[in-house]
């Protein structure tokens, strides 16, 4: 069992920052790679970024190149997604989940690649 819990998002004007953290905790070691989706109410659940947990190496939705980074800290077993330069586009509920299939990007773009997620936080970008 794997439990993630979110938390950092808010309201933030369009242009500003906000970071968002993902702790997981359970059987967390063996997990191949962590991603961040989000979702838009009446809309599908999207892919915005993830990390493979032993390499750091890191993949991107385009909408989000150059704006968004996603790190990871192993000593607190915490997974980051800072944002900047928020535009209205990006509000949504930012979900994080974390994965134990080795796999490539295009697959761990797929939210059905993930075994295990958290509950959700909010971003809301005013415009």
Same mark, same amino acid.
């Given at each position: ?11 933030? &004007? ?23 989706? +989000? ?5 599908? +659940? ?35 997604? &800072? ?9 949504? @509920? %930012? ?18 690649? %993930?075994? %295990? ?5 909010? @971003?809301?970008?005013?415009?």
């Amino acid at each position: 069992q794997v439990q993630l819990v979110e938390s950092g998002g808010g309201l933030v &004007q369009a242009g500003g920052s906000l970071r968002l953290s993902c702790a997981a905790s359970g059987r967390t070691f063996s997990s191949d790679a962590m991603g961040w989706f +989000r979702q838009a109410p009446g809309k599908e +659940r999207e892919f915005v970024a993830a990390i493979k947990w032993s390499t750091r190496s890191t993949y991107y939705t385009d909408s989000v190149k150059g704006r968004f980074t996603i790190s990871r800290d192993n000593a607190k077993n915490t997974v980051y997604l &800072q944002m900047n330069s928020l535009k209205a586009e990006d509000t949504a @509920v %930012y979900y994080c989940a974390v994965t134990f299939k080795i796999a490539t990007w295009i697959i761990l773009t797929n939210p059905t690649s %993930y075994d %295990y997620w958290g509950q959700g936080t909010q @971003v809301t970008v005013s415009s």
